[in-house]
């Protein structure tokens, strides 16, 4: 039941995606000025290397900038337009309306990385890529765009206009990749340096990035993803009081 | 079919809903009655399973709202105020998703879907955006949404807000369609539209129960008067309005106009006390020797007995044991 219960939110979240026309927008503000820094400014072309490393390297800023406009109107559109009410009124679980709604976004992220795959594929021939790394790069990506989404709406779950959500969701998130560079600016001693490098969304994507498949990497972002999808499950449940 | 039992809910310090009691029976169409803010959508919110009670239950065809909420929800077609649906779908796509989120068989889908279209009048706009639809199209994709898993069960939260007349009697009229085979709960303001769809009425104030009844004691008999125009024939000098005010059950007689032996006197009698039965004033006719013409119940006013038991400061509180067939 919960998995029909799941389909059925994403479904219609899908459909109201393809409504409004705001993936399109969303997935051009990605793919432009990923490939526009990977050519023009890491000058891939000048840099002699078959690697995609400084590609992949600029995904957690543009996820920053790009995935709190995904995730911005999840609830507070719901909670506007009264249709939160009518949703919960249906033997939907919370859990499913979540897991649904992230569903949905991750929907989005996934056909986005897929038109990614246009770059590695149109400088293969440059030279011998390591397609492991590629591959690891890939799973980095999707790994840190779950994790991202899910603060995002844990994020809006608790915002009242699609802007504050934005706004809020895109701070959250630069905290939480720029959080290792604190000990630049503050002396701090090692234990809580490392620390904020381990929560670092960022930090933990440099290894994907060099095309390592780090597991306690994957561990963080699985368990980060689902504790924020277990908070955004929590508030919902109090979204009528 | 419904029976609630002590439900209460706070929200902070306010007691929004305070220990309401009431049962709904099968085939009623019962009106929720309340000023603003007495707690009727927290109420309708809780039994639709929006809102989880503090203490208290309801117990919806044999499920509780506590225990077996999504149970207990599958058999209840919810409309919100306002009629909320999805701007950007179609018509057809938002009746889609609603049988979809309450687990219409696959197969079934689309009869249902084609079923509450037909029941509700909107095979005209089936495959029009629902940010298109005119208020009074809205509310009836609301019903239907509603209608969809054919649940037993219906709450109708302020269904008529916002429309024209037309529309209201439009709505009305569905309401009625719609609500012959279903156990209702219909929370209004307009208490023209309680006493033209509800034969029994729970009243709240402040979070509680004040009134509960059938709609026509509670207008009359609950305030311990009835109103009568009377139409008499008697001769010019009879002193009608004097005699008729010293019969029993009696309470006050207003002269509308006299009469002069061809045209009737006509008279507007108010009945209170233990007997207030419109035959009192059959008898005293006939005691009296005069001819009577006409004795017509005036509309006794809810809206009185909304006043009296929704202004007192504490708020008299009782449970309502609402029954019976329409």
């Known amino acids: 039941?919960?998995?029909?219960?799941?389909?059925?939110?994403?479904?219609?979240?899908?459909?109201?995606?393809?409504?409004?026309?705001?993936?399109?927008?969303?997935?051009?503000?990605?793919?432009?000025?990923?490939?526009?820094?990977?050519?023009?400014?890491?000058?891939?072309?000048?840099?002699?290397?078959?690697?995609?490393?400084?590609?992949?390297?600029?995904?957690?800023?543009?996820?920053?900038?790009?995935?709190?406009?995904?995730?911005?109107?999840?609830?507070?559109?719901?909670?506007r337009t009264g249709t939160l009410e009518l949703l919960r009124s249906a033997p939907l679980s919370d859990r499913a309306i979540v897991l649904g709604k992230f569903a949905a976004v991750m929907c989005v992220v996934l056909c986005m990385l897929l038109l990614t795959a246009a770059v590695p594929l149109s400088v293969m021939r440059l030279g011998a890529f390591d397609f492991g790394a590629i591959a690891a790069e890939y799973i980095g990506a999707v790994l840190l765009a779950a994790a991202s989404v899910a603060v995002a709406m844990a994020v809006s779950c608790r915002m009242r206009?699609?802007?504050?959500a934005y706004l809020g969701g895109l701070l959250v998130l630069l905290v939480l990749n720029a959080v290792h560079q604190l000990p630049l600016f503050v002396n701090l001693p090692g234990w809580p340096a490392e620390i904020l490098r381990s929560v670092s969304l960022e930090h933990q994507f440099r290894g994907f990035a060099r095309g390592v498949v780090d597991t306690g990497s994957v561990g963080y972002y699985l368990t980060l993803t689902a504790a924020m999808l277990y908070l955004a499950e929590l508030r919902l449940a109090r979204a009528e009081e | 079919m419904i029976e609630v039992h002590e439900l209460r809910k706070r929200y902070r310090e306010i007691r929004a809903v305070d220990g309401v009691s009431f049962t709904v029976g099968e085939r009623d169409l019962v009106g929720l009655l309340g000023p603003n803010g007495a707690g009727k959508t927290t109420l309708l919110r809780m039994l639709a399973g929006t809102l989880a009670p503090d203490s208290g239950d309801a117990v919806l065809c044999g499920r509780s709202i506590r225990r077996d909420s999504t149970d207990a929800k599958a058999a209840v077609g919810?409309?919100?105020e306002n009629a909320p649906s999805y701007e950007e779908l179609l018509v057809v796509?938002?009746?889609?998703?609603?049988?979809?989120?309450?687990?219409?068989?696959?197969?079934?889908?689309?009869?249902a879907v084609e079923r509450v279209a037909h029941q509700c009048g909107l095979e005209d706009v089936m495959h029009r955006p629902v940010r298109e639809l005119s208020r009074g199209y809205r509310q009836r994709l609301g019903i239907a949404q509603a209608l969809v898993h054919d649940p037993p069960i219906l709450i109708f939260d302020e269904p008529h807000s916002g429309l024209d007349p037309n529309q209201m009697r439009e709505i009305r009229g569905l309401l009625r369609r719609v609500a012959r085979e279903k156990a209702v709960i219909l929370s209004t303001h307009l208490l023209g539209e309680v006493e033209a769809l509800c034969e029994r009425v729970v009243l709240l104030s402040q979070g509680r129960v004040a009134g509960a009844g059938a709609t026509q004691e509670l207008s009359g008999r609950h305030s311990g008067v009835r109103r009568f125009r009377v139409r008499v024939h008697a001769p010019a000098d009879a002193g009608v309005e004097t005699a008729l005010a010293r019969h029993s059950g009696v309470q006050s007689v207003e002269l509308l106009e006299r009469g002069d032996g061809g045209k009737p006197w006509s008279l507007e009698v108010v009945l209170a006390g233990g007997n207030i039965e419109g035959s009192v004033l059959f008898d005293w006719a006939v005691e009296a020797g005069y001819r009577l013409e006409g004795l017509q119940e005036l509309s006794t006013d809810l809206e009185a007995v909304f006043g009296e038991l929704t202004s007192s400061e504490d708020g008299s509180s009782d449970s309502g044991a609402v029954g019976g067939r329409r």
């Open chain 2, 78 to 80: 919810y409309l919100p």
């Open chain 1, 161 to 164: 206009s699609q802007v504050s």
């Open chain 2, 93 to 111: 796509e938002q009746l889609r998703f609603a049988a979809e989120a309450h687990f219409v068989a696959a197969g079934s889908r689309r009869a």
């Open chain 1, 1 to 79: 039941m919960t998995r029909q219960a799941l389909t059925t939110v994403l479904r219609k979240e899908l459909r109201q995606y393809s409504a409004t026309g705001m993936p399109y927008l969303v997935v051009a503000g990605f793919l432009v000025p990923a490939a526009v820094w990977f050519v023009w400014f890491y000058d891939f072309l000048g840099t002699d290397l078959a690697s995609l490393r400084g590609y992949f390297a600029a995904f957690p800023v543009l996820y920053v900038v790009i995935l709190p406009a995904l995730t911005m109107r999840t609830w507070v559109e719901e909670r």
